[in-house]
């Protein structure tokens, strides 16, 4: 089972700066097999990018992702309010299980 | 409108039984795989399990293999749970997979709201 395994824990930022997000794989991925979700509570998890940068229907550009091998990032060019949430990073390979990263709490500074 | 809308979630016994249903409208049922994925209290997202859209292939998580099973008719899909235990207490959603999964699974792009599984005596 690949293990993803995400960076920080907590990222603590102010609205308008820029949000970095880490993603690293116990071993190599494809980055077509790469996605990132975003969660609210109380809400349905919502996908923000797959095939590691392509971004999903009605995503906003600020939203990016990047990366190959064990090494991924999402990053949030200029945050605003609503996008303070968590962040969960996915690989979905044919072969191993579907599996996800353990999740970076995004909250405002 | 693509929607996805779970039921079934319980009060249940550990060792107990239970059957979560997905009720899917707005698409071709067929043409996608479906999964569920579920949220313990406190915790992270943690895939459950996957059917195909042909219902061929299914796909379990490590942590259900052996006690959950996953089927379909026509516009529903089932996660049938025995042998319940307290760590599959969580809220259980479904999502339909961007693909087929006919030749491997993809990124999930439409999530139900959840259904949610208490487990206790």
């Known amino acids: 089972e690949i293990v993803l395994t995400q960076s920080p824990g907590t990222l603590s930022l102010s609205p308008g700066e820029r949000a970095t997000l880490s993603c690293r794989a116990s071993q190599s991925v494809s980055s077509i097999y790469l996605a990132w979700y975003q969660k609210k509570p109380g809400q349905a998890p919502r996908l923000l990018i797959y095939?590691?940068?392509s971004r999903a229907t009605g995503v906003p550009d600020r939203f990016s992702g990047s990366g190959s091998g064990t090494d991924f990032t999402l990053t949030i060019s200029r945050l605003e309010p609503e996008d303070f949430a968590v962040y969960y990073c996915?690989?979905?390979?044919?072969?191993?299980?579907?599996?996800f990263g353990q999740g970076t709490r995004l909250e405002i500074k | 409108e693509v929607q996805l809308v779970e039921s079934g979630g319980d009060l249940v016994q550990p060792g107990g039984s239970l059957r979560l249903s997905c009720a899917a409208s707005?698409?071709?049922?067929?043409?996608?795989?479906m999964h569920w994925v579920r949220q313990a209290p406190g915790k992270g997202l943690e895939f459950v399990s996957a059917i195909s859209g042909n219902g061929i292939h299914t796909y379990f998580g490590n942590s259900v293999k052996g006690r959950f099973s996953i089927s379909r008719d026509n516009s529903n899909y089932y996660l049938q749970m025995v042998n319940v235990r307290p760590a599959d207490m969580a809220v259980y959603y479904c999502a339909r997979d961007r693909g087929s999964g006919r030749y491997g699974w993809s990124a999930f792009d439409v999530w139900g709201q959840g259904t949610t599984v208490t487990v206790s005596s």
């Open positions: 095939g590691g940068s």
């Open positions: 996915q690989q979905y390979g044919s072969s191993p299980p579907i599996t």
């Open positions: 707005g698409f071709n049922f067929s043409d996608y795989a």
